[in-house]
């Protein structure tokens, strides 16, 4: 009898013992299709899964961040202000602001929610920023019109107003899916084959085998042969181990050859399908039968653009959203111009440019590179062949 239990949403099942011993008997399912069931540890086994979660947590974690102030002059760092120390150092007294984003991004790329309590003090001054540590001990729901949410542990369910939400594609707008359930699929489909190849090569050999008489053979020697050849030859410590066959008995390779170049291409299919879930370029996560010299730039630009600034831009919307008045004229930001600078070369190009036409001035060019202010550093240039109608007319003789 097999018996299956539920974990994350899905059906997952037992494999009694009188199932077959090779994975590649195993039949393994999920509610609709013979699969394997994920959860959050066999799912980040696998390398591409874990680098896609990596890559996109990281990145989103290392980018500046500052909370801007508009003023009549533009906008400033609000340097003094309590949430640009929250957001750019340490919103919690026992984490910083990196691992805080990366864990946040982590939960949402995986589970499609990540929640964060506003801790707020008696004058309303938001104070912490307090991790939930999984977002399955989180459960929204709509009450009359508004967005509350029950907490494990706690007693009474909190405001959306006290509850920083970051979610990702969403189809309700009250929770965000992750692929833990939209690419369940594809990523057991992987699972399955890497347990199969680390299966096959445990038991030492690259195909499973099956001996074959012309003549029949008992119970008992069935039995007997059977044991007797897995004893001595099963297990990648005995790989190298001649095999005596004995009676007019021969042996013949059954089954897929992980080495084999058709489940070598369909590993690789595996990790351009997950880099899709993820929308990452196949190249950042070492994928690179796709990339050359000529447009491995332009792949990483479509990185920024198409990877990161979506994370971005939810991010920045709830911290805008939940933390500030409509009046008080102040934002979050991320730069993103840290991740587009390129090489020394392109930099300098795309700076001499910007300083040449008054874009930027030298000053903001050196605070870009963490280098200080120098003093006349603040002009901005003008080019000499580019006038205004106006001053066209004044530099004419009169």
């Known amino acids: 009898m097999q018996k299956s239990y539920r974990l994350f ?14 994975r590649s008997e195993v039949r393994i399912e999920n509610i609709s299709s013979p699969i394997i069931g994920i959860n959050e540890n066999n799912i980040t086994s696998l390398s591409a899964v874990w680098s896609a979660v990596r890559i996109v947590s990281e990145t989103l974690a290392m980018l500046p961040v500052n909370v801007f102030q508009k003023n009549e002059s533009g906008r400033n760092i609000a340097v003094d202000h309590p949430l640009q120390y929250l957001l750019h150092d340490k919103p919690h007294p026992e984490i910083n602001s990196f691992i805080w984003r990366e864990v946040t991004q982590a939960h949402v ?22 991790l939930i540590p999984h977002p399955l001990l989180v459960d929204p729901f709509i009450y009359e019109g508004e967005v509350f949410y029950n907490i494990r542990g706690e007693k009474l369910p909190l405001p959306s107003r006290d509850i920083l939400h970051f979610k990702g594609l969403s189809f309700d707008g009250l929770k965000g899916k992750g692929v833990m359930t939209v690419a369940r699929e594809t990523i057991s489909n992987a699972l399955a084959m890497q ?9 030492g050999s690259a195909k499973r085998i099956a001996l074959k008489t012309p003549n029949r053979v008992s119970d008992e020697t069935y039995n007997r042969l059977k044991k007797q050849f897995s004893d001595r030859y099963a297990g990648y410590n005995k790989i190298n181990d001649i095999a005596i066959l004995e009676g007019g008995l021969d042996f013949t390779a059954i089954g897929i050859d992980p080495v084999d170049a058709q489940f070598i291409e369909q590993r690789k299919f595996s990790v351009i399908e997950i880099a899709r879930f993820f929308r990452i370029p196949p190249h950042k996560m070492q994928s690179m039968e796709s990339s050359t010299n000529n447009n491995i730039e332009h792949q990483a630009i479509e990185f920024v653009t198409d990877t990161m600034m979506p994370r971005v831009a939810r991010f920045e919307a709830e911290l805008n959203t939940k933390l500030f008045k409509p009046g008080d004229k102040m934002y979050v930001k991320f730069n993103l111009n840290a991740i587009m600078r390129g090489d020394m070369a392109a930099r300098g190009e795309w700076y001499t440019k910007m300083v040449n036409f008054g874009i930027m001035s030298p000053n903001e060019v050196r605070e870009l590179e963490e280098l200080n202010a120098r003093e006349g550093g603040d002009i901005y240039m003008s080019p000499a062949n580019l006038m205004t109608d106006k001053q066209r007319e004044n530099a004419l003789p009169k």
């Open 109 to 130: 790329e995986l589970w499609g929610n990540s929640y964060s309590k506003i801790i707020r003090d008696n004058n309303g001054v938001v104070r912490e920023l307090q």
């Open 9 to 22: 949403g899905l059906k997952l099942f037992e494999i009694s013992q009188s199932e077959p011993e090779s």
């Open 195 to 203: 347990e199969y190849a680390n299966t096959v090569f445990t038991k």
